[in-house]
């Protein structure tokens, strides 16, 4: 076995570290005029900024090098070449293929999958098209007006965060609604909201198996019999998205109306397949496919491109430079977009689920720190909840800041004052407030020597804290889906140099089991003693309340 920690390109990161450790960006600034084009990265209409960052061309230089020995261009290609990289499930992991706009042949156990590939997207374009144009109709002949995805997870995040991000781009009078809690209000507060005659249900599940979709479609199925009184209707009304065609088909949907991917389709990485069905039905099928356009030039650049001018390989190695030699425990995601939202909350299962991960490729624990806790909130929002903490909290918190040069919403000063919000956190980050500078302040405001000397300290800022900045044009689904892309790549290029698999998901699995021996144990009043005595005096609890109508209110 091979201690990571131990490789030379480790080893020189280690001692470099040591060098430049208290270097502060300021000064890093101010040396060198040409930081920002030196250590700043395009394609299309995107530009990364990374110059504020914590990094020297030697520092540069070096993270390179650990890329290289972790051969991330080596395993880039097993992976666009379909071998199977994803190897305690024995599955390739093809979601480039599914966005392989060129069509040059993929090849899966020696078939070109490129040829299914298509079908499927002819299939939604036929099917999302009759749905717009009111061709496809509710039972009774009404148009449909409301979307609403059953799923979870993969099955409802990617979909989500893209029909949230492209409101622009949607259609009038269509809907598009997310249900994924087994907690019954998310069901029953969405379908407060529609009518059965116009609504289209999308079971949206790889297994078909999981217990909140499957619970949460068989009571929307009821939902739907009750009202209009007709289980013929179904046909009209229910589609499914899986991997397991056959128990789609049991559950009551017309085969004609199973839109299939596949196993070599990760879960998180599984939008640009039929699961991104609710996306087709939104915005067209033509902006679905702009959205796999932007993939696949992500795809192509992580693909051609020299690792030192390589988006998602930067991202990667600095991330990796935080987390593994400055000890930073998450990493921070700001869009300056409205739009964008929830893009923190697909980009945590993206990360934390592909490299949350404590054992190798070989089997052994690893003795590093890999996938950091993802979290963040639109700005400017969130720079009057948590922003404080990064400024002058104890904890260093790398951060993604991503803005549009253009907004979709051209109204009064709105843009240029979140513009400058956005680019006016990174500076002073980065900058920080010396002591000098914060007298100044206050000798300005008119203070007095000793209510300076009363306050200074606190309003002193160390500054030095590393951010990227992600600029683009505009927020389409182009560029979207370049963006998704490029972090599906940076997640990749972690999990290579870390070692583990990032296409598991055995946690995952593991939550999907536990929930049943408790389910039995709730059915009837008696108290249990099995288990833990926490869980017992939960579970114990929980019986007291329910079974007893006195302890109702
Ligand atoms: C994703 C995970 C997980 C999965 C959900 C839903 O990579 O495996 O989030 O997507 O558990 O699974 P199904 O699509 O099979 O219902």
Redesign the pocket.
Known sequence: MIDLTQTPAWTALKSHYDEVKDLHMRDMFAEDEQRFEGFSAHLGDILLDYSKNRITEETFRLLMDLARQAGVERWRDKMYSGEVINSTEGRSVLHVALRNRSNTPVMVDGEDVMPKVNAVLAHMRDFSDRVRSGEWRGYNGERIKSIINI?????DLGPKVVCESMKPYAQRGLKAYFVSNADATHLVETLKMVEPESTLFII???????QE?MLNAHSARKWFVDLVGNEKAISSHFVAVSTNVEAAKKFGIDPANVFEFWDWV?????LWSAIGLPIALYLGMDHFEALLEGAHQMDRHFYETPLEKNMPVILALLGIWYNNFFDAQSHAIMPYSQYLERLPAYLQ?LDM?SNGKTIDRTGNRVNYLTGPIIWGESGTNGQHAFFQLLHQGTKPVPSDFLIPALSQNPLGMHHRVLFSNCLAQTRALMLGKKYTEAVAEMKAQGMGHEQIEDVIAHKVFDGNKPSNTIIFKKLSPRTLGSILAMYEHKVFVQGIIWNINSFD?WG?EYG?VLAGQIQEDLADPVDVSHHDSSTNGLINYRKWVYFDPLNHE
């Open positions: 799923g979870i997870g993969g099955s949206s599940s790889k297994s078909f198996t999981t979709t990760g879960g998180r990485y599984s299962q689920e998901q995952v999907k």
